[in-house]
């Protein structure tokens, strides 16, 4: 069993578990509830009737935060055609083999998101293993893939996320910080509930949504009441 700290125990004696709260509620509750010394993350998680296993039910996309993250990304720009627009439009580092070769041989990770232009695909394919379980391999889904590197760039900085199902169906999102005013992060949480709600796939049947769940950084859980 986990061992939990007494600011933890005293945030989570506040919330009843088993209680659905409107998202704004617990949204307050959330913050109320952050536990750190640090701006915590809050972040949501969906459980969705889906069945990943399925490639027609398997959902990720991608979408800019209408009050950002609050959270400052580096991007990294892999192109051999694009290397000027990236640097113009503010890429914190950019390249092209040398830098897929220092990722493979230096283990250097100093990035957040790579965004790579089609020509680059072949090389950064090397490199799958390493980069898919963090998360960083580029896909076209998510607009990390792109001739348009001005586009995506200005995406990310204002606030772009990324989301998919894992292998138990859930879809895990970033909402912004605890510092955020609470309509900030409602602004947000409508955005992805909107989003997912898009992406429902076509052999789902009854309930799509089961469950949904709002939580800051090494906070207790806040179960969201799922509103029609």
């Known amino acids: 069993m986990p061992k939990f700290g007494k600011k933890y125990k005293t945030a989570a004696s506040k919330i009843d578990r088993k209680t659905a709260h409107p998202a704004l509620n617990a949204l307050n509750l959330a913050k109320e509830s952050s536990v750190t010394k640090f701006d915590s993350t809050v972040e949501i998680a969906f459980n969705l009737n889906v069945d990943p296993r399925h490639a027609d039910q398997q959902i990720r996309g991608a979408l800019v935060l209408p009050a950002g993250t609050g959270k400052k990304q580096k991007v990294l720009v892999l192109t051999k055609i694009k290397a000027a627009d990236a640097k113009t439009a503010g890429a914190d580092f950019v390249g092209d083999?040398?830098?897929?070769?220092?990722?493979?041989?230096?283990n250097w990770f100093d990035f957040d998101v790579i965004?790579?232009?089609p020509e680059m695909m072949a090389e950064l394919g090397k490199i799958?293993?390493?980069?898919?379980?963090?998360?960083?391999?580029?896909?076209?889904?998510?607009?990390?893939?792109?001739?348009?590197?001005?586009k995506a760039l200005e995406e990310i900085k204002k606030g772009k996320i990324e989301y998919k199902t894992d292998k138990e169906g859930n879809v895990h999102a970033i909402l912004g910080k605890a510092s955020f005013a609470v309509e900030k992060l409602h602004e947000n949480y409508l955005a992805i509930l909107d989003a997912i709600k898009k992406a429902?796939?076509?052999?789902?049947?009854?309930?799509?949504?089961?469950?949904?769940?709002?939580?800051t950084t090494m906070g207790p859980g806040i179960k969201v009441l799922i509103e029609n």
């Not at 429902?200 to 939580?215: D, F, H, L, T």
Request: charged share 20%; proline share 8%; hydrophobic share 35%.
């Open 97 to 106: 083999t040398d830098i897929i070769n220092k990722i493979q041989k230096e």
């Open 115 to 117: 965004v790579a232009t």
């Open 128 to 150: 799958g293993k390493i980069l898919g379980p963090k998360g960083l391999m580029p896909n076209p889904k998510t607009g990390t893939v792109t001739t348009d590197v001005v």
């Open 200 to 215: 429902k796939p076509q052999a789902v049947k009854g309930a799509y949504i089961k469950n949904i769940a709002i939580s």
